[in-house]
């Protein structure tokens, strides 16, 4: 039976302690993913046009966010991969979206989940999925905000 691995992205811990539940139930590895120039809190004003997030929404362009490392360590020992992170305007916050486009997810079953305070997933996973050319893609979750175990 092949490996499990939780990778994530987030922004206030939220995202981090599901990843961290869902690892720990499944006896996965965790991974992070981290932008390679790290948000700010001020980075995250939406109500401010001038603000990081605001200007990535607007721009399509500064959405490919470096990250510090884009492929896990033997990616291709896991077979099944959770990917988790916020939800920014409606989508999948972007510092996921180069995860997604460098690593291939052929023989892989991937599980998308979210935590967003009041955002649904709505088609969120499936936005992420276009991203792969790969994978078994299982349906997307939603957690709400402070989940419990």
Known sequence: MGKTLVAYYSATGQ???VARIIAEKLGANLFELQPAAPYSE?????????SRVSKEHGD???RD????QETPENWEEYDTVFIGCPIWYGIFAWP???????NSFA???????C??????????????????SSGDWKNGVRFAMDPSE
């Open 15 to 17: 995202t981090e302690r």
């Open 42 to 50: 001020a980075d995250f004003d939406w109500t401010n046009p001038e």
């Open 60 to 62: 399509e362009s500064l």
């Open 65 to 68: 966010v470096d990250l510090v």
């Open 96 to 102: 996921v979206n180069r995860f997604m486009k460098i």
């Open 107 to 113: 023989d892989k079953t991937v599980v998308p989940f």
């Open 115 to 132: 935590v967003s305070h009041s955002s649904p997933l709505g088609d969120s996973d499936r936005q992420l999925h276009a991203m792969t």
